[in-house]
């Protein structure tokens, strides 16, 4: 199981399929198409996200912040606070 399927959890999403099929006959070709769907459960955030679009950049800094209800996207500029006694 992937750290973000653990941690931030899964949802379940329909992915729908065309295929279509052409025959050649006495009259000419004849072309249908069938749709099919099925689901499947996939994580909140993918890996890749996690891995290359969170951190540092700049003088921005992106996370996610998880555990109170839908994963949220937080941004916010990098400050450097002075030193205190």
Do not use: Y
């Not at 399927?5 to 025959?23: D, L, N």
């Not at 555990?67 to 500029?77: K, S, V």
């Amino acid at each position: 199981m992937q750290f973000s399927e653990h941690m931030i959890g899964k949802r379940t999403v329909e992915v729908e399929e065309i295929t279509t099929t052409t025959a050649r006959g006495p009259q000419g070709r004849t072309t249908s198409q069938t749709k099919a769907s099925a689901k499947k459960e996939v994580p909140i955030v993918r890996a890749e996200r996690l891995a290359c679009e969170l951190g540092v950049f700049g003088n921005t800094v992106k996370a996610i912040a998880v555990g109170i209800g839908d994963p949220a996207l937080l941004t916010w500029p990098v400050t450097v606070w002075r030193r205190r006694r």
